[in-house]
């Protein structure tokens, strides 16, 4: 079975990456220990430890390396799946260079190191600057052109919706001030870097550079490299330029949006293997789905158990099929990496996928592993997608029908027009959800879910509600309010946001990926602070509570206080854990809910 590989660069790395890995997978373990020895530093300690070198470029880059290669390696071994393509952007470049079998690890890592320390000297600290521009269908609005004329480059094209820009200090500053008055809707987020990557600036380093790839070039399988894609040149490598493409890469504009189509070509699932996964933002902005694999847990939750023997067909000649490089003559096939299930709802058993229901936008993504005999609906919280409730598929017994509620203006959807009004998500919520109460159902909200889930329990039509309503880390609607975050400025709102917890730390730490995340976010937070309460007939069904113990946005108190409004409360679970104990303390949420919804279900048979 056939799959694409894409790995991230250089701001995907965390504290800790990799150590799940090298904990479960001797080969994982290797695996640094090769690269350490290559480079001579402790590459795990620098990853695991709260090492400041970690965000040093020259430390940065190949540390990054070694865990993707790391974690790639363990998927092949544990699958018989193959891939046909590989892509990365920038550092990561070199990453799908290593995977596809043209770099040696040891070399691999050394190159990176040399770059990092070179790209980290070639400018004076505080000397250049890059910013990301967002904005729906940027590459066809002439921001470039703008730019160019401030005197600044377009270091990086991610997507349609997003350019990052680099140049000297002052440059950039302008560049601001000149698209701030022709675009007043573009989104200007400078980034945290030491030097104006991928521009002019770097020329300097490209001709030391180049002698540390001959030096490689011995033991370097250039023909491999047709199955990797080209920052430079947008499209798969040829061999007789990898060096020479290598070497611009380094002060070019990398064309990821090229590269991303390329590797669209192919046709297969898509899997980004890294630390943290910016790309599948990227790749959202072309309808194209991609699956993460950043932990153990993540290979856990493939189904490698049912993986297929591994194709007889060269990766390299499958790649060679999606350019127009000269045929190449097929080779033993290089190693293989697993394919996946889809990126929404995954479950190691065969999954019986229903249509996607939507209504104004609001997506409802139906997943069950049985002939089910009841609904649980699973209202989303702010900030939240389909993929939070992923895993719950894999945990909840067969009979449960999982549906989970998405928000527009999300994923790959980013061009829809957002809910602010609670309201109008009620309304919306409610012509999505009522065609599919022909079966019994129960809803579970948590924060700004569990006031969705409350409010349209309390709207559904006489004779149809829910047979359980679990509501969890929210408080009493009809207790006071607090004061409106969604009207702060960016950073104001980011850090106020931040204390819920909720905002992965590759989101946070990556502020081109902050940006695309920011807007959904601020919208969910506008429908939080336009709800109002209002007395109603409430649920009649039973309801029951669930909170963090150390949540410091909901108290005890603030909790128990929804017993003013559900005369059906049956019951309140505080769990170990913060705001986010739902994914703290999944399973033992889990647990409970299933015993819960066993006691309701149709067709229970007492003991």
């Known amino acids: 079975m056939s799959c694409t590989i894409v790995f991230p660069g250089q701001g995907a790395q965390r504290t800790g990456m990799g150590a799940d890995f090298c904990a479960e997978f ?24 709260r090492d400041p070198r970690l965000h040093r470029t020259e430390y940065t880059q190949p540390c990054v390396l070694t865990m ?5 390696r363990v998927l092949v071994s544990e699958s018989g799946w193959q891939p046909v393509a590989f892509g990365g952007h920038s550092l990561g470049e070199y990453a799908a260079l290593v995977a596809a079998g043209v770099f040696e690890l040891a070399d691999g890592v050394r190159l990176v190191r040399t770059r990092g320390a070179l790209m980290q000297r070639a400018v004076p600290e505080g000397a250049g600057a890059m910013a990301a521009l967002i904005l729906p269908g940027i590459a066809d609005s002439g921001v470039a052109d703008l730019v160019a004329e401030a005197g600044v480059e377009v270091a990086n094209d991610n997507s349609t919706d997003q350019l990052v820009i680099s140049g000297e ?8 001030v000149v698209l701030g008055e022709r675009f007043p809707e573009l989104r200007f987020v400078p980034l945290r870097v030491s030097a104006p990557f991928h521009s002019r600036w770097m020329r300097g380093i490209e001709d030391e550079f180049a002698g540390h790839l001959a030096e490689c070039a011995p033991r370097t399988r250039a023909e491999r490299a047709v199955a990797v894609t080209s920052n430079y040149t947008g499209e798969f490598h040829r061999p007789e330029t990898l060096a020479e493409h290598l070497v611009r890469q380094i002060s070019a504009p990398v064309r990821w949006t090229a590269n991303m189509r390329a590797l669209l070509r192919s046709g297969t699932p898509r899997y980004e293997v890294g630390p943290s996964a910016p790309l599948s933002k990227f790749f959202a902005t072309l309808d194209a789905p991609v ?21 007889t067909v060269s ?28 990126a929404a709802m995954t479950s190691p058993t065969a999954v019986a996928a229903q249509p996607i229901r939507e ?3 609001l997506t409802i993504h139906r997943k069950s592993a049985a ?3 009841l609904r649980l609906f699973c209202w989303p919280f702010a900030g939240g997608k389909a993929a939070a409730y992923t895993p719950w598929r894999r945990q909840l017994p067969d009979w449960i029908e999982l549906c989970v509620l998405e928000l527009p203006a999300r994923q790959r959807h980013l061009a829809q027009t957002p809910i602010r009004r609670f309201t109008d998500l009620v309304e919306t919520a409610l012509t999505a959800v009522l065609p599919l109460t022909d079966l019994p159902f129960a809803f579970f909200g948590h924060s700004l879910g569990a006031l969705a889930a409350y409010e349209v329990a309390r709207r559904l039509p006489e004779g149809i509600a829910p047979r359980a309503l679990f509501l969890g880390g929210a408080v009493a609607p009809h207790l006071p309010r607090p004061g409106r975050l969604s009207e702060l400025p960016d950073h104001e709102f980011v850090a106020a946001v931040g204390h819920y917890g909720g905002i992965p730390p590759e989101v946070r730490e990556t502020p081109e990926v902050m940006a695309l995340f920011l807007p959904a976010l601020r919208s969910d937070f506008e429908i939080f602070d336009d709800y109002r309460f209002t007395p109603a007939a409430a649920p009649s069904c039973p309801a029951h509570l669930f909170g963090g113990r150390d949540d410091r946005q909901v108290a005890a108190s603030q909790l128990e206080a929804w017993r003013d409004v559900l005369p059906g409360l049956r019951s309140t679970e505080l769990l170990p854990g913060g705001h986010f104990f739902l994914v703290e303390q999944r399973a033992a949420l889990l647990d409970s809910l299933a015993d819960k919804l066993a006691a309701v279900r149709p067709d229970a048979v007492s003991a």
């Open 359 to 361: 209504a104004q936008g």
């Open 68 to 72: 993707e290669i790391a974690a790639y």
């Open 291 to 311: 699956t993460r694999i950043a932990t153990v847990a993540d290979v856990r939750a493939l189904p490698l158990s049912q993986a297929a023997p591994a194709e």
């Open 315 to 342: 990766a390299i000649s499958s790649a060679a099929a999606l350019t127009a490089a000269a045929p190449v003559t097929p080779r033993t096939a290089m190693p293989v990496a697993p394919e996946p299930a889809p």
């Open 371 to 373: 002939t089910p005999s």
């Open 26 to 49: 001797p080969l994982a373990q290797d695996t640094f220990a090769e690269a350490s020895a290559a480079v001579g530093e402790d590459l795990l300690r620098i990853c695991v430890e």
């Open 169 to 176: 200090r002052d440059a950039v500053a302008a560049a601001r």
